[in-house]
């Protein structure tokens, strides 16, 4: 990956220099086997570090051209492909997803959230596209057992990867939701019930329609569903903390063990899933990653490319939901990617405005539009235990900026 040096785009070499010491002090403790970190100031690369291993059993050492599985930084993603489909008028986001999902026609809610046998109500409005953007639909997912939703949908496997998306609407809408559509955010199935969508008004599969639109376009050449054969020696090895402190390959693991989205098909990258995940499915390489990024940044355009318009990258990352509907201080949810409202209020360098998006094994993206400055992060350590590696690189990246 081609570098300049970061005093042409306004950032302290000295300083940046403590983004190598924090990372790899995470490989010398044996916290994560390897990890990439990549910086950019005014659209150039200045800064990609490369630390650790591929995997420890072999003892390879990481490469720039690592693929990770992003698990939900597939979401924007969706989110994109489901706006460029708004663009062609394919349909408004007010409408109900029922209109084109007919299976997500007679949702329910629960009277009392906090009792799966309570009584189940009807919705006082339809789920619109735009509760499902904004993660405000109500719908679960099936991660957090302590709601009785999600320990439900847990019981009833709804991530399992052997039925397409085509097959788990049907299932979906057999649950109850957390709560009336509209009402807060709540993190849940709502993008793959998008992928969907996108399929259904495309005619495409959800695979081949980001082949065929998004991928192909932007040269997102090794981001996908699963690994070919020839590229595997390349997939990063995902690891989880054993009791002894260790890293243990999750391929290791019982399956009975771990959550039904860390076993099977969402480790195993080696054949194509029959579940086109626009939640969590895909795999991708920083190269690749950062395309996207691009796009973002370049507000819908790339390399003379334009995948929607500079209106609708707008619209995807400003902030939709009101301080009380949002867990985190300080920010809101755009139409993929959680934003960045104040600073001071969540206690974090940046700017209003800034915007990004994470996924399970830790990786993150974000872009900061007022300082032109975008970072990736780039690991494979599935842990419901906090880490501090994504909050560490925000933080020397902000502080390295020197104009």
């Known amino acids: 990956m081609d570098t300049v040096a970061p005093e042409q785009v306004g950032l302290s070499s000295s300083r940046l220099k403590r983004i190598d010491a924090r990372m790899q002090r995470y490989v010398d403790r044996g916290q994560l086997a390897g990890l990439i970190t990549v910086l950019l100031r005014r659209g150039q690369v200045a800064h990609f570090g490369i630390y650790g291993q591929i995997d420890q059993a072999s003892a390879r050492p990481m490469r720039a051209d690592a693929l990770f599985r992003i698990f939900s930084m597939t979401k924007p993603l969706t989110s994109l492909a489901v706006l460029m489909l708004y663009e062609e008028a394919a349909f408004h986001l007010q409408h109900p997803i029922a209109q084109f999902i007919p299976e997500l026609a007679n949702l329910s809610v629960l009277a009392n959230p906090m009792d799966a046998s309570s009584e189940r109500v009807p919705l006082a409005r339809p789920i619109t596209i735009y509760d499902l953007l904004t993660h405000t639909s109500g719908l679960g997912y099936g991660l957090d057992e302590l709601t009785p939703v999600d320990k439900l949908l847990a019981q009833a496997k709804i991530l399992r990867t052997d039925e397409t ?11 109850p939701l957390h709560h009336q559509p509209g009402l807060r955010y709540t993190y849940s199935i709502s993008l793959d019930v998008l992928g969907r969508l996108v399929e259904i008004v495309s005619g495409l599969p959800l695979n081949e329609f980001f082949r065929l639109h998004i991928f192909e376009p932007l040269g997102m050449l090794d981001t996908g569903f ?12 995902l690891y989880a903390p054993a009791a002894d402190g260790s890293l243990v390959d999750m391929r290791t693991l019982e399956p009975a063990s771990l959550p039904h989205f860390m076993s099977g098909a969402w480790v195993d990258k080696t054949h194509e ?34 995948l929607v318009s500079r209106k609708t990258v707008e619209l995807m990352t400003s902030p939709h939901l009101r301080q009380d509907q949002f867990f985190i201080n300080g920010a809101s ?9 104040s600073p001071a209020q969540a206690q974090m360098l940046g700017s209003a405005g800034a915007y990004e998006a994470g996924g399970a094994a830790h990786t993150n993206f974000w872009f900061d539009p007022q300082e032109d400055l975008m ?10 235990t906090p880490t501090m590696e994504s909050m560490d690189f925000k933080v020397l990246a902000a502080q390295a900026i020197m104009d």
């Open 165 to 175: 998306l085509a097959e788990k609407m049907p299932r979906i809408a057999q649950f």
């Open 226 to 237: 699963f690994v070919p054969p020839e590229k595997l020696e390349r997939l990063a090895t």
């Open 273 to 306: 899933p029959k579940f086109f995940s626009g939640g969590a499915g895909l795999v991708s390489t920083a190269a690749d990653y950062l395309r996207f990024g691009m796009l973002m940044r370049n507000r819908g355009e790339l390399d003379g490319v334009r």
């Open 333 to 341: 949810f755009g139409l993929g990617f959680a934003v960045m409202t």
């Open 375 to 384: 970072g990736l992060l780039m690991v494979q350590y599935a842990s419901y």
